[in-house]
T-cell receptor
Framework: DAGVIQSPRHEVTEMGQEVTLRCKPI?????LFWYRQTMMRGLELLIY????????DSGMPEDRFSAKMPNASFSTLKIQPSEPRDSAVYFC????????????FGPGTRLTVL | SQQGEEDPQALSIQEGENATMNCSYK?????LQWYRQNSGRGLVHLIL?????REKHSGRLRVTLDTSKKSSSLLITASRAADTASYFC????????FGKGTMLLVSP
């Protein structure tokens, strides 16, 4: 299996622009998680899906952030408009089950907003 | 919050030495997991210990869990330079909450 795939690996954009991050989970995994990692705040859970349905988006910092999972093999995290404080590494992870199961992380997208 | 907190924040040792990292958490759990993150990479799952287990081994890794003290430890024996990474514990019932991690530096 190729593991969790994320794209792009690096994104540099200017403040105010729309940013879309993409994730392909491991085939057969039912749960998908989006995290943000910064030096100051560590690894934060933004939102997670189970069977393509968003379960909890309480970690999404603002309405500028939105996430979708149109099917079992694809998810997006969108930031519109982006701000410099959104600069971070964004990880997608998937697991077979939701109940505190082992999570498999993608390589991350390093986002820089100028 | 069921956040795990790792201790120490940073650890520097020589190759061949053992490295011990600790994790404390606040509420009941059904399992506790340890992950490793190499610089610039995603987290990699190392080991999972269930709440009814006290000790678990995987290669050079040894994990203990004390639910009465709400704490866990990760021991890496005979460390190698390649073990240099950040190590995170994660706890939770449905989703996982990660601590801030321990940065381990193993010098040749």
């Amino acid at each position: 299996d190729a593991g969790v795939i994320q794209s792009p690996r690096h994104e540099v954009t200017e403040m105010g622009q729309e940013v879309t991050l993409r994730c392909k989970p491991i085939s057969g995994h039912n749960s998908l998680f989006w995290y943000r990692q910064t030096m100051m705040r560590g690894l934060e859970l933004l939102i997670y899906f189970n069977n393509n349905v968003p379960i909890d988006d309480s970690g999404m910092p603002e309405d500028r952030f939105s996430a979708k999972m149109p099917n079992a093999s694809f998810s997006t995290l969108k930031i519109q408009p982006s701000e410099p404080r959104d600069s971070a590494v964004y990880f997608c992870a998937s697991s077979q089950e939701l109940q505190a199961d082992t999570q498999y992380f993608g390589p991350g997208t390093r986002l820089t907003v100028l | 919050s069921q956040q795990g907190e790792e201790d120490p924040q940073a650890l520097s040792i020589q190759e061949g030495e053992n490295a011990t990292m600790n994790c404390s958490y606040k509420t009941s759990i059904n399992n506790l997991q340890w992950y490793r993150q190499n610089s610039g990479r995603g987290l990699v799952h190392l080991i999972l210990i269930r709440s009814n287990e006290r000790e678990k081994h995987s290669g050079r890794l040894r994990v203990t869990l004390d639910t009465s003290k709400k704490s866990s430890s990760l021991l890496i024996t005979a460390s190698r330079a390649a073990d240099t990474a950040s190590y995170f514990c994660a706890t939770g019932y449905s989703t996982l909450t990660f601590g801030k991690g321990t940065m381990l530096l193993v010098s040749p």
